[in-house]
């Protein structure tokens, strides 16, 4: 087993982590490392290690395995997740600012807040869906909480994800109607795979709803989310990015110290779903 290590980028970074909370100590299994720049590309599986559990599995049994490799993890406060943002969204092209993720604006790090024109922290599963709040676990998992644009966040409310609708306002790209929600196509993909991970992530476990895909929209405050057919389409026209793939390693790094599967392995989506 490879020991792991932080990344030079991430090394800088380490100070950040001081927002984590401790896994818990039952959790009881070493991380092993990612090599520092994964690529889809790659003729050697980077991540075997990692997955070991999960190879050669499908269906129910791989979504199983996934849980209980990703189950293990630290945890940061709500009031961590400013800071963590500020890192894992970072625009390549300009360190002082975060990318907002349906907005796709490069924007000051600074000016997170409530104001009109300031970014906060948007819950991508919505945290009604399954009545988990801001609570330390899915309410502060960094693996489906980016920074938009606080009149775009409430826009895009607790819908579902779906296609459709009106131009939203400081969101070019973006649609909305009465009960759904459509992101720029460039995040289209990253909007998969954040939902499919919480899906994975939380099974009922840890005090928490179980979250569960389904191919509707007006799912209000069930743990569900849709529509699937539409999310493994997206995963498919839309795969993981350098930003993205950045992304993930900064968490499991830095942060929390667990992956999402699917930017991983974007294949495994069909595999389970």
Avoid: C
């Avoid at 980028?9 to 039952?26: G, H, I, K, T, Y």
């Amino acid at each position: 087993m490879r020991i792991s290590r932080l990344t030079p980028w991430a090394a800088a970074l380490a100070a950040a982590a001081l927002f984590a909370v401790p896994a818990a100590a039952s959790a009881g299994q070493q991380r092993t490392t990612a090599p520092e720049s994964p690529t889809a590309a790659s003729a050697v599986d980077p991540y075997a290690d990692y997955y070991a559990s999960a190879q050669g599995k499908t269906g129910a049994a791989l979504k199983t395995a996934l849980h209980n490799i990703i189950k293990t993890q630290s945890k940061v406060t709500y009031d961590g997740v400013w800071n963590a943002l500020k890192v894992t969204d970072q625009d390549p092209a300009n360190p002082n600012n975060v990318i907002l993720v349906y907005s796709g604006r490069s924007q000051s790090k600074a000016t997170n807040g409530g104001g009109v024109n300031d970014w906060n922290r948007e819950h991508v599963w919505a945290k009604s869906h399954g009545d988990f709040g801001t609570a330390t676990g899915p309410g502060t998992d960094l693996h489906h909480l980016r920074p938009e644009d606080v009149t775009v966040n409430s826009t895009r409310g607790n819908k579902d994800f779906d296609k459709g609708g009106s131009p939203v306002s400081e969101a070019p790209g973006s649609l909305t109607d009465g009960d759904s929600f459509e992101p720029r196509d460039a995040v289209k993909g990253d909007v998969a795979r954040m939902l499919l991970y919480m899906a994975v992530r939380y099974d009922g476990g840890d005090g928490f709803a179980d979250l569960e895909m389904n191919d509707k929209v007006n799912n209000g405050s069930a743990p569900l989310f849709g529509r699937i057919s539409l999310l493994k389409q997206w995963n498919q026209m839309d795969p993981p990015d350098a930003f993205e793939q950045r992304r993930n390693q900064v968490i499991f790094d830095v942060y929390q110290h667990n992956r999402n599967p699917f930017i991983d392995h974007p294949e495994w989506v069909n595999s389970i779903w």
